[in-house]
């Protein structure tokens, strides 16, 4: 070493300070061993006389070198104790060290040294950098407020200083360390998307072609499918081109050989050289791709930099590829891939390519066989590898203690040996309190304490209520409250208690409403019964108080009423009052509180006697002498510390001198100076106590520790603590520290002491250590570890069993079976010295205090009690005791048991230990899916960077992967001082996992791991090959008895109109031909008759329309296209209108001039770039000759705003209707036949694509016939619309149905209601509606906007008993929850329960169900959801496990017949099946309008056959899956009713595991994760399931998400989430019926643009 030439002691001053501020972060884990060797060589060699440096020798021990430890300098400078305090101050006080081990940290070492080989290329998530701050809990240690790097600290100053400079590539952010962008120059300028915003972009052609026009994001699929696709940034415009790139970038070409593999590569550092080519990986990545970085790196213009709306305007958004309908078997997905699943038309995220190589590593455990398939409630745990060791000791033999010897002087009573002190040994010293300072501030005698304990016995039986009452009487309980730093008060309370035969129960000083566990702590004094506190005047005026003085209610907390025993208070007895002091007897003496495993906190209570016995055998055993001196750091109102220095030490007279916490904390070497000052000789203290001494013990150098004869070290059951005592007796016995004094002991709040090793002989061998192995240990056998040195544990023993006890070890699960010797389990005592059960609580005390062991036949061998000690461990050589954990730390994963401290103790070595804080780190388990999980979180230091919090996290997990060969579910990284602490500096650990799941953790750094360590999943299904035709399964279903799933609505009958009938003659073709002739049979009959009235927001009508109006408008609008427009007929026109009567006239002008009309939504005018580019490419896909429109949108489509999303000189003809001239047409077209073409319906499908379907004359007087029939609509109706009109049966209600049947339309525009709530509702109210239509969106507005001013809309008069249906308009399965919870707010106001129904349409059949006004109620089932999987229909029972409630989808129309239809076989289903709906109707669509006569799609689209059963028939397929059940009502015609229910999209659904799930299923859950989860999407990429998540919260919730999400998706789905996406609300993209487009939001976030908050990838 350096400094073997150099006198320390002449060092200057500044050097000195220096040396010990090294030393101080050696022993932190701040600084490596071989970094500190460095550092100090440096300072140390201008001072080295003349002798060569050494090199610098590596010391086994983890404190500093103890070789120089006596020559250090006292280093008292005030800068030295500045810079100390401020640590302490940042460590929380929790510099903890117990699970130092040097052996273990190389083992880790060397583990992780394998797996640099195969380097995990962990995907680092992403993270908006600019908006995430985790709040300051504590303010002292200011969490990370960026979680960038210092490099973007220097940037973001600089940048306000001067113009953005170009960034130098070795500043990079977090994402490029992990894989360098495939794009030519990632500048990672924000890491706010899973690629960099300002990259240049890839371009198919080569150099030297100019970058094509910039297109519109959405194209017609007639475009070619690799043109690249715009990129949008919603949020950034890149402020800083990279310039430097081209010349250097290397050319990659599609040749590169696609057999390498990303996971191959080791990390890219950040700073390796721009320069340097690429990866393999993007290499591969681009050949993939077939795109080569461009020359060109100016990105397109942003065209969607416009203010997102709160939820938007809803908008259709086609995706890329869009244009009409495809196969139905054919996925989405099928068409963008190529056969090893990279996508060839779309820029996949070079991170997610990344988590698929990293997932196809093999897992370590083989998938077991568990169930294929059906009702399997549970998943079984898999078969026992045959390999596993397995006890094969014999049967253990119950261990003996020495007897506990019968000395003549041992009181009756521990008040009688007070007593007897008190009054022969007044003057002598029982205790002595430290200050803050840790000095000595006041010593209590024997004489005193026994007085006081006197003075308050007496009060509290006789002087705390009134004259003649007694508020206390012996053998209640009260509590004790008294801080730590006061053990004087502490001291008299508890005796005085045990005087006046009271019982006393200590507890913690309650400091906040918040305090961890507060109010399990109600609970414990609840279960005792407390009804009174002592505490002291000043702990009194410290405690929290409300407003007006008075203590606080804690939460949980019974009232209490408050006592303070400081002397001036107290009563003295008079003369003739003596206190009874009986025999100890088996009645209680004082409980002491313990927080079991799930955080609840009970009290064991202690008998007199045992306390007694107690206190007799740690006399015996620790040979404790009268008049000795004793130094306690430990708490003394519990465990060790109370057990011998406060009960036992008045026993035999000792001096007791009392460290409290808070001197430790500020002078971690005051409990040494106390033993070198006051010669102690037994001092009692934890491993923490001695990491603290060693790190400050250049502080004192000639402290002596030769006066111990015992230091007792009371977490010894803690197998980590053997470093802890190796290396304090390394250094301190140059200091005089004798090794034989070192007594671990092992010890439980139930069973008390269970074991300590006597004080040794001088100069006898120490005890053996045990090296096990841990892998046998994870099966409960010890084995002694001998190969692999990595996977080991070194135990030291605890000593021998206590006097006059009884030890056996059994198995810790199931019935208490004797272990054998080679097995570990938990050890059980028996004893007269152990707690005797938990007060209160007598059904949990008999397992645990009263437990009789059985052999291995299950015979009980004996009669006697044993009490469970909750400690894990074996009976090694010479009967010593080995503790291997504890019960409450022992998680059991897969059947194989691993400690929590050893999990711990990996996760430390992992050096270098600068991401974290070494005390402050918290693993237990959860359970999902049938298994628990192991989960670490631990405190972040706050300039930790980025990129080394997430090496440590990846580094942790390979780790205990190799070394403990368990998988870790997830890795969670808080902000400094946010997990909840216990009151002396621990973690709490069940309240830390209580937040974990509660999602109020907030964690800033997260690492899940699901697909490594759960391995208990179902097998997939694999499809079995169809070997049965479609023909055996339909005679299958017969023979079972299973009906075939078809359903029909009634007849459309031919004539029950009588107000038609009568004016047959007139107009015989009404009946069923075209809507122009009734329209102008109407102008003529009933002229004057109100068709329509438009609502304006204030609910005034703005335009109404009769017959007459709208025949003569229509006319007009015809005169116009044969004038202006110079329209042929047959050709189609597109209207262009907000929702109105505009809209409507428009429309039958076009019937009138024989063109056909195209019905398009015009564009949102604060959103065009957006919105635009969808109506254009209506308008270029309908091959529209002209456009009808209003002035304004006129103006709009011709605006410069306009032209910057498309060509706005190419528009076809446009023609504003706002004031056409009075003209009529040379005559009123009529179609030669129905079957011609009525209008086009164009809809953007939830899937993104954009569909157009022909709608015949025919269809079109069928569907209103057939709605007139189901909503009996006769002239004298009013019915109100609040729906959009521009597709679907939105448009057929809103245009269409009013002319046909001759009621009237109330028109309510659904964008008035974002200006007036309550415009829809008190329509109906004010208009008496009967009947009324609208879509989901609307249902939602109302249910959200109007469900809490119910009696607001009461006051204002609205009332909705007149309404008799209600039906929502929608192509989907009906929500459920969303009508249950409109239809319960609006009850108040009047609303029927049964008005609400929903309809059901689809592309090719625009209205299959509709809830009439007649027939039975819809109805509701529960199904199965694992059966639905599997495309089977089980009905269960409401509430059952595992239930999908589903509600029937409105009545069949008339005229409509329906079939269930296997989608592959095309073969009719039973109704136990699931299966695509197919429909017949005259009212179906004549096929997909096209521009290419795609006849095969047609044909199998909207003529299709069944291949068997009824082969003649020509059937429509819907798309849906769904299934048709026979229920108990009766229809019309008195036949039992026949009941459809739609599941969901087949062009939606997930393939997963070879099952099918529903998107709408799995959101569900995940939206009831947690409470700031708005709105939720998933979608699927090459196999892994993505989740998109909308945080309503405030974005320190964003990363709780991740694991509830990937939680409740495992427990209901049994599928494991590959991708979490946390984003602002409003991204999800939602069409104008409500539906959630996942297809766009899939390519959004594949094309980086959805400038997400946090990306999280699961391993």
Known sequence: MADRSVDLSALPKEVRDQLAELDLELSEGDITQKGY?????????????????????????????????????????????????????????????????????????????????????????????????????????????????????????????????????????????????AQGSSTSSSASSTLSHGEAKPQPQSQSQPPPQYKPQYQPLYQPQHQPQPQHHPQHQPQHQPQHHPQHQPQHHPQHHPQHHPHQQPHQQPHQQHEQPHTTAVMDMLAHSRIAPSENSAPPPDVTAVARPARGPRVDLPSNTAARGMSRGQSRSSMMETADGVPVSSRVSTKIQQLLNTLKRPKRPPLSEFFTDDSEEIVEVPELDPNTPKPEGRQIIPVKGEPLGVVSNWPPALQAALARWGATQGKSPALTALDITGKPLYTLTYGKLWSRSVKLAYTLLNKLGTKNEQILKPGDRVALVYPNSDPGMFWVAFYGCLLAEVIPVPIEVPLSRKDAGISQVGFLLGSCGVGLALTSEICLKGLPKTPTGEILQFKGWPRLKWVITDSKYLTKPSKDWQPHIPTANTDPAYIEYKASKDGTVVGVAVSKVAMLTHCQALTQACNYCEGETLVNVLDFKKDIGLWHGVLTAVMNRVHTISVPYAVMKACPLSWVQRVHIHKARVALVKCRDLHWAMMAHRDQRDTSLASLRMLIVADGANPWSVSSCDAFLNLFQPHGLKPEVICPCATSPEAMTVAIRRPGVPGAPLPARAILSLGGLSHGVIRVNTEDKNSALTVQDVGHVMPGALMCIVKPDGPPQLCKTDEIGEIIINSRAGGTMYYGLPGVTKNTFEVIPVNSNGVPIGEIPFVRSGLLGFVGPGSLIFVVGKIEGLLMVSGRRHNADDLVATALAVEPVKTVYRGRIAVFSITVFYDERVVIVAEQRPDASEEDSFQWMSRVLQAIDSIHQVGLYCLALVPANTLPK???????????????????????????????????????????????????????????????????????????????????????????????????????????????????????????????????????????????????????????????????????????????????????????????????????VSKAACILTTQNLMRTLRSKEAAASVNIKTWPTIIDTDDLPRRRPPQIYKPPTAEMIAYLDFSVSTTGMLTGVKISHAAVSALCRSIKLQCELYSSRQIAICLDPYCGLGFVLWCLASVYSGHQSILIPPFELESCLSLWLSTLSQYRIRDTFCSYSVMELCTKGLGTQTDLLKARGVNLACVRSCVVIAEERPRLGLTHSFSKLFKDVGLSSRAVSTAFGSRVNLAVCLQGTTGPDPCT????????????????????????????????????????????????????????????????????????????????????????????????????????????????????????????????????????????????SVSRAHRSIAESAVFTWTNLLVVVSELCGSEQDALDLVPLITNVVLEEHHLIVGVVVIVDPGVIPINSRGEKQRMHLRDSFLADQLDPIYVAYNM
């Open 1421 to 1564: 089932v529960y199904v199965d959801m694992k059966s639905l999987r599997h495309d089977r229909v089980r009905l269960v029972e409401r509430g059952a496990p595992q239930s999908l409630p589903l509600m029937e989808s409105g009545k069949i129309l008339p005229g409509v017949r329906v079939i269930i239809v296997n989608p592959e076989t095309r073969g009719p289903l039973g109704d136990s099946h699931l299966g695509e709906i197919w429909v017949n109707s005259p009212h179906n669509a004549s096929g997909y309008y096209t521009i290419y006569g795609e006849e095969s799609l047609q044909a199998d689209h909207f003529n299709t056959k069944l291949s068997f059963g009824d082969p003649q028939t020509l059937w429509a397929r819907t798309g849906y899956l769904g299934f048709v059940k026979r229920t108990e009502l009766l229809d019309a015609s008195g036949d039992r009713h026949d009941a459809l229910f739609v599941v969901g999209s087949l062009d939606e659904t997930l393939e997963l595991r070879g099952l099918r799930y529903h998107p709408i299923d799995i959101e569900t």
């Open 37 to 181: 060797e460095k550092k100090r060589t440096k300072l140390l060699v201008p001072y080295i006389i003349h002798a060569p440096v050494p090199p610098p020798q590596n010391d086994v021990r983890p404190a500093a070198p103890s070789s120089s430890g006596h020559a250090a300098p006292p280093a008292s400078s005030s800068r030295y104790r500045e810079r100390r305090s401020r640590r302490t101050h940042r460590n929380g006080g929790t510099r903890d060290d117990r699970y130092r081990s040097d052996i273990h940290t190389e083992a880790v070492q060397a583990a992780l040294a394998k797996h640099k080989e195969e380097k995990m290329a962990l995907p680092m998530p992403t993270k908006r950098r600019s908006t995430y701050v985790p709040s300051p809990i504590n303010t002292r240690t200011p969490p990370d407020s960026s979680s960038g790097s210092e490099d973007d600290a220097v940037r973001r100053q600089s940048s306000a200083l001067a113009p953005p400079p170009l960034l130098n590539p070795n500043t990079q952010g977090p994402d490029s360390w992990m894989n360098r962008s």
């Open 982 to 1180: 216990t009151p002396l500096g621990g973690i709490h650990i069940s309240d830390a996992k209580q937040f974990f799941l509660d999602g109020s953790l907030h964690p800033c750094n997260i690492l899940m791991c699901p697909h490594t360590c759960v391995t208990n999943l179902p097998k997939p299904r694999q499809k079995q090959p169809v070997g049965v035709g479609p023909a055996s399964v339909m005679v299958g279903n017969l023979v079972a008895g299973k009906r075939i799933a078809q359903a029909a609505g009634r007849d459309l009958g031919m004539i029950d109109d009588q107000d038609l009938v009568r004016k047959l003659c007139m107009w015989p073709t009404v009946m069923h031909q075209y809507l122009t002739e009734a329209l102008q049979w109407r102008a003529q009959t009933d002229a004057d008759h109100v068709l329509f009235v438009l609502l304006n927001a204030k609910g005034v009508a703005v335009s109404t329309a009769t017959c007459v109006q709208l025949h003569k408008r229509a006319e007009k609008i015809a005169a116009a296209l044969t004038e202006k427009g110079s329209i042929n007929t047959g050709e189609n026109v597109v209207l262009l209108y907000p929702p109105g009567i505009d809209l409507i006239a428009a429309f039958y002008g076009c019937l009138y001039a024989g063109c056909v009309p195209v019905n398009v939504r015009p564009p949102h005018p604060q959103n065009l770039a957006a919105t635009l580019p969808t109506v254009r490419m209506i308008i270029d």
